[in-house]
């Protein structure tokens, strides 16, 4: 163990929490929980547990009073063991991305040193360097900037951390690298240990259902366990309708979704559960957005449901893309980065174009705004007709 139980009570992912509370972590799911309940009174596992669901649910980014002691590391692993059951992606990304961006906050205030500690706790082999040391130096304008760190991390393990995040910055072609390892500043070193932390919430999908269904059943015969189960589901089918993306209109009686191309709609349901976007999809969602007119608070509420979400940055670039007037991916643009969804979704409209009877030909769908007015203007051709239907037989 090369951490104090403070530090585990703390930050119950931590590889050390196996060898500190070995006499009482999940051998069997089931009899641990049952242990849990007989160790904690229902109402302060349930309060602190469902505290943690609502703001996942509300897609806060902090869970008011959290607790940091014995009860912190069981309720991480009931967590996993809900997680696992609830076999809910969307719950799973919409849990994981609160936990780990709590923990950031909790790691960014921590002490240098402990935070080096955890490093070796999860045996990333960092360096620490108790004097800073200068790994780069900006010039500009005659000024000369050293930039220093006290981290530097070998640069295998720093391409397993970042590689699922997104960010330009984290690519290892922008960062120093000398002699294998990579300087990085302190946030940057949290921000990989936060998406650590993130990853290992998401459960591993269950090929065997059976045994899942199996393990559902058993928890839910600990009555405990079944009154938090029920009263999770029940709350995130009570949220679930404010973050769908067809909730917000566009032109009269007509939401978003059903016009929108497959390629729109891929982008928005990765961000409606909680998935990372890669640049590019940002891009398109951003700037197509911008052309619809969607208005800004809508477009940074369908980024905050991101793993990586910040409120200011993100209303910058939305603002930024907007200013800008950026126009939106053409079709063959959005081909060529492999976000046409065309095929997957086996969508005719983008397979075989439409009939313009102005032009008196069929045309193809070159854009995904012209999908959307072609959409747009069947829609509201049909609800016409049906209009007149009604009027007719009256
Ligand atoms: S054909 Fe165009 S509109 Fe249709 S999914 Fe592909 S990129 Fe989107």
């Not at 032009?359 to 049909?382: D, G, M």
């Amino acid at each position: 163990m090369t951490v104090e139980i403070e530090v585990i009570n703390h930050y119950p992912w931590l590889p050390s929490t196996k060898d500190v509370y070995s006499d009482i972590l999940p051998n069997n799911p089931i009899e641990f929980i049952k242990r849990l309940f007989e160790k904690y009174p229902i109402d302060e596992i349930r309060g602190r547990i469902l505290k943690i669901f609502g703001a996942a649910f509300e897609n806060k980014e902090e869970i008011m009073n959290y607790k940091i002691d014995e009860l912190n590391v069981l309720l991480y692993l009931m967590l996993n063991i809900l997680l696992t059951v609830l076999d809910d992606n969307a719950i799973a990304n919409r849990v994981a991305n609160l936990y780990s961006k709590v923990n950031y906050n909790e790691l960014f205030i921590e002490n240098d040193y402990i935070l080096y500690k955890i490093c070796e706790d999860l045996n990333l082999n960092v360096l620490y360097y108790q004097d800073p040391i200068t790994y780069r130096v900006n010039i500009t304008k005659n000024q000369r900037e050293e930039i220093k760190t006290k981290f530097s991390i070998p640069f295998t393990n720093y391409l397993n951390l970042a590689a699922s995040l997104r960010d330009d910055y984290r690519r290892l072609i922008n960062n120093s690298l000398h002699d294998g390892q990579v300087y990085i500043q302190k946030k940057d070193l949290i921000r990989l240990l936060q998406e650590h932390v993130r990853k290992k919430l998401i459960p591993r999908l269950h090929s065997d259902k059976s045994t899942l269904k199996k393990l559902r059943e058993q928890l839910l015969d600990i009555c405990e366990f079944k009154e938090i189960y029920d009263k999770i589901l029940e709350d995130w089918e009570h949220m679930k309708g404010d973050y769908e993306p067809v909730e917000f209109q566009w032109g009269e009686d007509i939401e978003l979704a059903e016009i929108s191309p497959p390629c729109l709609k891929m982008v928005l349901q990765k961000a409606s559960d909680s998935q990372n976007l890669i640049h590019n999809e940002r891009l398109f969602l951003v700037f197509l957005l911008h052309a619809l007119k969607v208005p800004i608070e809508k477009i940074v509420k369908i980024f905050s449901t991101l793993p990586d979400f910040d409120r200011d940055k993100t209303l910058y670039q939305v603002n930024f893309a907007l200013n800008k007037k950026y126009s939106p991916h053409k079709c063959a643009t959005l081909k060529s980065l492999n976000l046409c969804m065309a095929e997957k979704y086996k969508d005719e409209l983008c397979l075989k174009g439409y009939y313009s009877k102005t032009k008196e030909e069929q045309r193809e769908i070159n854009h995904p705004l012209t999908y959307i007015f072609v959409k747009q203007f069947r829609l509201s051709k049909n609800k016409n007709s049906d209009e007149m239907k009604k009027v007719k037989n009256e």
